[in-house]
């Protein structure tokens, strides 16, 4: 595929219609023929059908209007739906070998988690949403939800009997005075693993464990430190975790 044209939108959803004709006019230039595929104005208007219903995500066009045309239309808009404006980012390719007739494909969210912008909304739709909010609020908000991230992983931890007193404290003054002492939190009941700027350790309802810098996963942290394939489960299965943690500590 080769990229013809990439264009950033932000209109309101009353203006989604108009939106729609501008996008066929530009995609007739690249038709052979001065008129447009019926097949890819069908869909094209399924298209902002679909962008007007969900909240966030990507639609994709694939056109193709007859066999002997060489080359079809390939049409991805990103978009985010939020409080009656719409950012798009639109791209447009040229590809050989679609099938006969067009298509439209749609990787979308109905709505935004808990009625505000998360994490999976941030990275999937970075460019978009910068073009909504702008790259200040975007750097503020990915700092805000990283940090809200982390902390709920360690009120979880916390409900299983681990001490994270300290790393709140230490997770707040990231936060606040913009350090990064604490990269990551991976907690994976009834273990906690959190990867410092010097060390990977790992924390459990037994005391806590330095661990290898290569490993990323809480309950891969335990399997590698007590040197077994699985962990315990069942009735006994924190008493084995305590003799494992045990045996492996002396």
Not at 42 to 51: G, Y
Not at 221 to 226: H, I, S
Request: hydrophobic share 40%.
């Amino acid at each position: 595929m080769s990229l013809l044209r990439a264009t950033d939108h932000v209109v309101e959803t009353t203006q989604l219609e108009d939106f729609g004709e501008k996008l066929l006019k530009n995609l007739a230039n690249y038709q052979r023929n001065t008129n447009l595929c019926p097949n890819l104005l069908v869909h094209v208007q399924k298209a902002i059908k679909i962008i007007k219903k969900k909240a966030y995500g990507r639609v994709s066009i694939h056109g193709k209007c007859d066999s002997n045309q060489k080359d079809g239309l390939f049409v991805q808009i990103s978009f985010i739906h939020r409080k009656e404006v719409v950012a798009m980012k639109v791209l447009v390719y040229t590809s050989a070998g679609w099938s006969k007739g067009s298509q439209v494909r749609s990787n979308t969210r109905k709505k935004i988690k808990g009625k505000t912008i998360d994490l999976d909304l941030l990275w999937r739709l970075k460019d978009v949403l910068i073009l909504m909010i702008g790259p200040e609020r975007v750097l503020r908000l990915k700092n805000y939800l990283e940090y809200r991230e982390k902390r709920q992983k360690l009120l979880k931890a916390a409900k299983c009997g681990i001490d994270v007193d300290e790393l709140k404290e230490i997770l707040k003054s990231d936060y606040y005075h913009r350090y990064v002492h604490i990269e990551f939190i991976d907690f994976d009941e009834p273990f906690l693993l959190v990867g410092t700027t010097e060390k990977h350790i790992l924390y459990t309802p037994y005391g806590k464990y330095e661990v290898g810098m290569d490993t990323f996963y809480a309950r891969r942290a335990f399997r590698e430190f007590v040197k077994v394939k699985r962990v315990p489960y069942g009735k006994d299965a924190m008493k084995k975790i305590e003799a494992l943690l045990i045996q492996a500590s002396i």
